[in-house]
């Protein structure tokens, strides 16, 4: 029985480790390099919020995630029509997340959508480097009249 529950201990204390290796390669801020649209039902893939978006997503050591993107050429607004397209060339959220292999999961407590707020963002990532590479699910995307699509992002550790 006690080797039983040593063996237990053990496998407790490796799966621990590696989760936290994971983590820990997570944590800092990172900065947007490439965000692609591609969509569900096999239209081209798109360049999301112009060639050059701008961004960045953050993972503190408390097991906080922030993530500020928004699109090229954003200019500050005259008008409620410019005030509109300033919040369909936007993302951002934060809340509390954790990692399992290859994907990290945030449950939402602030966003720019409200509808996001206490939801559950999965993504799934590879770290090649300084390369942080981030797919999501497929989903409606609100700024895109919620067409199916899954965001593939290119991020790089700021430095």
């Known amino acids: 029985m006690s080797r039983v529950l040593t063996t237990l201990i053990c496998c407790f204390l490796v799966a621990t480790s590696v989760v936290a290796d994971d983590r ?3 944590l800092g801020s990172w ?7 591609e969509f569900q039902d096999g239209s081209d893939p798109r360049p999301e919020y112009g060639k050059n978006p701008l961004g960045y997503i953050i993972f503190t050591p408390g097991g906080r995630m922030m993530a500020m993107l928004e699109g090229e050429g954003r ?4 008008n409620d029509q ?6 369909r060339t936007m993302i951002a959220y934060t809340g509390k997340y954790y990692v399992e292999g290859d994907k990290w999961t ?3 407590d602030a966003a720019w959508l409200p509808v996001r707020r206490g939801s559950d963002q999965v993504r799934v990532f590879k770290l090649e480097g300084d390369k942080l590479y981030v ?4 989903r409606p995307n609100p700024n895109l009249g919620d ?11 700021e430095k």
Not at 31 to 37: C, D, G, M, N
Not at 147 to 157: G, I, N, P, Q
């Open 147 to 157: 067409r199916v699509s899954r965001s593939l992002l290119v991020f790089e550790r």
């Open 106 to 108: 945030t449950r939402v």
């Open 82 to 87: 410019d005030r509109a397209v300033l919040f």
């Open 135 to 138: 797919t999501t699910p497929f």
């Open 24 to 26: 820990e390669k997570l």
């Open 75 to 78: 200019k500050s607004p005259t």
């Open 31 to 37: 900065k947007l390099i490439s965000w692609v649209q």
